[in-house]
């Protein structure tokens, strides 16, 4: 099951975030409401000179019509809240579209839209899943093929690896450490089982960050999924890709930084 | 180690095979034609001769095109082949006109009263020159017949396919050439055969003009796409149309504002703009995506490479000015519910709708003059059905937080 939060701006850019969330919820025919977060500042309510209370409740009535306006949702597709936080679970996918924030919070997982007004603007690209030879990927592939399941599309296994000079073979797969050919295995089997097509690009591009993003481009792919690393400190990828991306990206988030 | 497949997609090997089949062609006609007394063979060879020359031309032009580029020439000399392409296109149509000359000539001799009606209007027209055979000389003249049609029509798909696969368009255009010399003497073989087996000697000529119609529609289309080229012509609306939706397929693209096509060679051009919105650190993978798929696309449109310029720009800002009326205190702002309980008016420059710069003033004492002389087109306050002001526009803002408006 997926949630989707949106946080509220009554911008050029909130409009359109707001519809990409709007579109991607009816596309995952998604159980729980849109939910719209409204975040409030409490120095600027306290400038309300009087009925603080009622000022608050009629943004919130000019808010939720704006809303639907907007979106076109029915009244009950879409939920008003003041909170922004979400969290990834084994059962479900909790995932906050912002242009901004996934910027600034690591510890949420947060869906870049990378300025496209909708997920399948572009056409049913597939979703691009890049690994390494850890198990920060697996949250990451789940999510990737919960979202390949709810819109029929496919998913691009994307793996870069360094040239082993003792292997003389020229085809990249051969180059893969041990532990990244049996990530390979595990992600190639949890897509079976949740019955998503999936093919796998193996490369040793000199970067990373510009080889997945390369074959995002030459895949067309419509979506990125990374998770975020919990041992990382330095050199993030996600954070890298965030900051080069054309495409859509959603970052999850990792346990560590939600626990702490 | 050369495999045999690479020697016979050679298009040197290829036009020297062709030289070779024009070469026996002419030995043959011009021998037994010689020998049966026969001047239609005999000169069909000496048109033979005719076009191994063409064929040497023809190596002669790949071997110049095939040159690398330097600094004085950029891409090459590519553009060579399409002078041939005009040429033989030229003469394909020069050819036509005589063969439906010659076909009709005949068709009028079958009616000598029209013939000669037509004469008196027409006096240049040629002489008809019938068919000059006899049963001795029949059983030759129709076997070098279908060997020479075989010959043309087999070399020709091999010219055309080598020459189309090289990116040669000069061979391609010789390859038609020498299909239309089949075509020609397939029409030959129809008339001995007609009037030799079927007793329908006209039966050539209506044939005959219809040859010549497609004869004239290979050397229009070979003359129209070499002088294309050489005048630099787009590549087409459809090539166009495919490539604009190639890139409105890569992500980050919002339109492609200009595009310009031509061809030089087997080579496609493309300049484009793309307008997006993406910034700077961006703009190498959407230059990659935009690449990868225009190439990919003119690549499997047989254009043998491609050259793809890109710039990017920006969307059209659409600049106006907003203004809310706001509550000031000390650090805090928020959105006023009227002009009356508002202390401050933040005027907002907008791109894009997107606020990009704001001032914070004090509420002047005429705040319509005010935002008229500022050119704001409309004044928001907080408040569900807020009251009109005479001489601006009153909108309703759905928050009183600065932050939730793109004002922070």
Not at chain 1, 77 to 102: F, P, T
Not at chain 1, 149 to 168: K, N
Not at chain 2, 97 to 114: E, H, M, N, T, Y
Request: charged share 20%; hydrophobic share 45%; with cysteine.
């Amino acid at each position: 099951m997926t949630e989707i939060t949106c946080i509220y701006n009554r911008t050029a850019e909130g409009r359109r975030l707001l519809n990409f969330a709007a579109d991607l919820w009816r596309r995952l025919q998604c159980a729980t409401p849109l939910n719209v977060a409204i975040v409030e500042d409490v120095g600027t309510t306290a400038l309300m000179t009087t009925h603080k209370s009622e000022s608050r409740a009629s943004e919130l009535a000019l808010i939720g019509s704006d809303v639907l306006l907007k979106t076109g949702l029915a009244d009950a597709s879409v939920r008003l809240s003041d909170r922004i936080e979400a969290e990834l679970s084994a059962a479900e996918l909790k995932l906050i579209v912002d242009q901004n924030l996934a910027f600034r919070r690591d510890d949420l997982s947060i869906l870049y839209p990378a300025r496209e007004l909708s997920l399948l603007e572009r056409g049913d690209g597939p979703i691009l899943v890049p690994f390494g030879d850890g198990t920060s990927v697996l949250p990451a592939a789940a999510a990737a093929f919960e979202l390949a399941a709810g819109l029929s599309l496919p998913v691009v296994l994307y793996h870069t690896t360094w040239v082993d000079p003792t292997v003389h073979s020229p085809a990249p797969p051969d180059h893969m450490c041990l532990s990244a050919n049996s990530i390979h295995a595990q992600l190639l089997v949890q897509a079976a089982a949740m019955g998503v097509t999936v093919h796998s690009v193996i490369e040793t591009a000199d970067d990373v960050v510009e080889g997945l993003l390369n074959c995002a481009m030459r895949e067309s792919a419509c979506l990125i999924v990374m998770s975020r690393s919990a041992k990382t400190r330095i050199g993030c990828y996600v954070s890298q890709t965030l900051t080069k991306t054309p495409v859509p990206l959603l970052a999850l988030a990792s346990k560590r930084r939600k626990a702490a | 180690m050369k495999t045999l497949k690479s020697y016979l997609t050679n298009p040197f090997v290829v036009m020297w095979l062709v030289v070779g089949m024009y070469a026996i062609k002419a030995a043959f006609k011009i021998g037994i034609g010689s020998q049966i007394n026969s001047p239609m063979i005999a000169g069909d060879g000496f048109h033979n001769l005719a076009d191994i020359l063409e064929a040497l031309a023809v190596i002669a032009v790949i071997w110049v095109a095939k040159r690398p580029a330097t600094i004085d020439y950029p891409f090459g000399r590519k553009n060579i082949e399409f002078f041939t392409s005009l040429a033989i296109g030229g003469s394909l149509l020069i050819l036509s006109v005589q063969f439906a000359l010659k076909s009709l000539v005949g068709l009028l001799a079958i009616r000598p009263d029209i013939d000669h009606a037509v004469r008196a209007v027409l006096p240049f027209l040629p002489s008809h020159e019938p068919l000059v055979m006899n049963a001795a000389t029949l059983p030759w003249v129709l076997s070098i017949t279908v060997g020479s049609v075989l010959a043309s029509f087999l070399v020709s798909r091999y010219q055309i396919a080598v020459g189309r696969s090289c990116g040669h368009a000069s061979m391609v255009a010789d390859g038609e050439e020498t299909a239309s010399d089949g075509r020609i003497e397939m029409i030959t073989l129809a008339g001995v055969a007609g009037e030799y087996y079927f007793q329908i000697p006209w039966l050539e000529y209506p044939l005959g003009l219809l040859i010549a119609m497609a004869i004239a529609r290979t050397g229009w289309e070979l003359s129209r796409a070499g002088a294309r080229v050489l005048l630099q012509h787009s590549i087409g609306a459809d090539h166009e149309e495919a490539i604009r939706k190639a890139c409105l397929r890569v992500s980050g693209v919002s339109a492609v504002d200009q595009l310009k096509t031509f061809q030089i060679g087997s080579t496609a051009v493309c300049i484009m703009t793309i307008t997006t919105e993406h910034r700077t650190g961006t703009l190498a993978q959407l230059k990659y995506g935009v690449e990868h798929h225009v190439r990919k696309y003119l690549l499997e449109a047989d254009f043998k490479d491609c050259e793809i310029n890109l710039r990017f720009e920006k969307p059209e800002p659409a600049r106006h000015r907003i203004a809310y009326a706001a509550i000031a205190d000390g650090a805090n702002l928020c959105i006023a519910p009227s002009v009356e309980s508002a202390t401050h008016i933040i005027v907002c420059d907008l791109e894009n709708n997107m606020v990009v710069r704001t001032k914070e003033e004090l509420k002047p004492e005429n705040l319509v003059e005010f935002l008229q002389r500022k050119r704001v087109v409309r004044l928001y306050l907080f408040h569900e059905n807020p009251p009109a002001l005479p001489g601006i526009e009153v909108a309703s803002s759905t928050s009183y937080q600065p932050h939730l408006l793109g004002l922070s």
